[in-house]
Every structure is written in C-alpha cells, then in structure tokens.
C-alpha cells in the first residue's frame, strides 16, 4: 500500500513534469505562430501578384535583351501601365533580376566576375533562362 502509494506519487511527479514541458513547448511555438500567420499573409499577396509579375517577366525575356538599359525601363514602363490598365495585379517595385533569379545565383556570377550592375545581372538571367539562344547587347 505504502509502494503502491509511492509509486502513484512518482507517476503524477512524472506526468506533471511533462505537463510542464509540453506547456512550455506550446508556448514557445506561439510565436512561431505568429511568424507563420505573416509569412502566409506574404505568400498570399505574392500569388495575388504573380499574374502580372510573370507577364512582365516573360515579356521582359523575351523581348528586351537586344536593348540598352534606358530602353529596357522604358518597355517595361509601357508594360506595367498596360498591365495596371487592365487592372490585372502586379508589385508595384517589380524588377526582371530579383522575379527570375536567385539571390545566391546572381552573388555567384558576381564572385565569377560578371559587373554588379543591374544590366549585367539582366543579361545574365536571360543567359540563363532562355529556353533557346539569347538575343542581346553586352556593353
């Protein structure tokens, strides 16, 4: 009686331990949570965008590499205000590099020696993302 006492005793001991952790565990993942619900809302607003994003960077692709730099902004200009004519959703700080390329990819064709400029890095990402061969000027 007195064991079986004993041992009911270090069970509740035992399972109000693990209350306790798992309390702490779902309290520390709250904030987690959190971060989720934003990352969510973020994620959320680029698939509502992604329409106009790719029209501009597929027309982008396709049409602006044999251009010089003010020539390429201005396109891209006409194509933003047909795209907000149209009422169709796209951001509003949209550029063709950060839309088509990696961060790490563009970091490694600088350390490779490629200009940090945004035209060079353009170029680089229609190199890289033409299905076929490339048209476009190199300074």
């Known amino acids: 009686s007195v064991g079986e006492k004993n041992r009911l005793r270090a069970e509740a001991d035992q399972m109000q331990m693990l209350l306790e952790r798992a309390n702490k565990l779902v309290t520390g993942l709250a904030g987690e949570n959190e971060r989720w619900q934003t990352s969510i809302g973020h994620f959320q607003g680029e698939l509502t965008r992604c329409l106009g994003d790719s ?27 047909a795209i907000k004519e149209e009422q169709l959703p ?50």
């Open 55 to 81: 029209l501009v960077g597929s027309a982008f692709l396709s049409y602006a590499g044999p251009f010089d730099t003010h020539y390429r902004s201005n396109l891209v200009s006409g194509w933003l205000a």
């Open 90 to 139: 796209f951001t509003d700080s949209l550029t063709f590099a950060a839309f088509c390329a990696k961060p790490t990819d563009v970091r490694q064709w600088n350390i490779q020696g490629l200009p940090a400029d945004n035209f060079s890095t353009e170029n680089g990402v229609i190199t890289v993302r033409c299905s076929r061969w490339p048209l476009m000027i190199d300074p």
